[in-house]
């Protein structure tokens, strides 16, 4: 399964790193995706790479602030995330992609892994 980790209580302006290792199936070749889930709002795209790091879409809220990058020897994918805003507070979560390419549709997913919370306090 999908395990992300990496999450916390930060301060606005702060900075967090999220990862996401496979631990029952490798994903270097799939695309892969983060989204998130605010309190009582749909879950949301967040970031995405393809398989070979060379392609990444960002939601334009996040642009210029979060950097998705990925480690296929490892079977990990990160998120950087900076400038947080109380806006980002959200459960974190990864998925992997059928294909190996980027895509910012949640329907494109079908490997999702367990949240970790990212709290941002103004």
């Known amino acids: 399964q999908l395990q992300a980790s990496g999450g916390g209580l930060v301060q606005a302006g702060g900075s967090l790193r999220l990862s996401c290792k496979a631990s029952?199936?490798?994903?270097?070749?799939?695309?892969m995706g983060w989204f998130r889930q605010a309190p009582g709002k749909d879950r949301e795209f967040v970031a995405a790479?393809?398989?070979?790091?060379?392609?990444?879409s960002y939601a334009n809220s996040v642009k210029g602030r979060f950097v998705i990058s990925r480690d296929n020897a490892k079977n990990t994918v990160y998120l950087q995330m900076n400038s947080l805003k109380p806006e980002d507070t959200a459960v974190y979560s990864c998925a992997a992609s059928r294909g190996a390419y980027s895509s910012t549709s949640q329907g494109s997913y079908n490997y999702w892994g367990q949240g970790t919370l990212v709290t941002v306090s103004s």
């Open positions: 790479m393809s398989w070979n790091g060379l392609s990444t």
């Open positions: 029952d199936r490798s994903t270097s070749n799939n695309g």
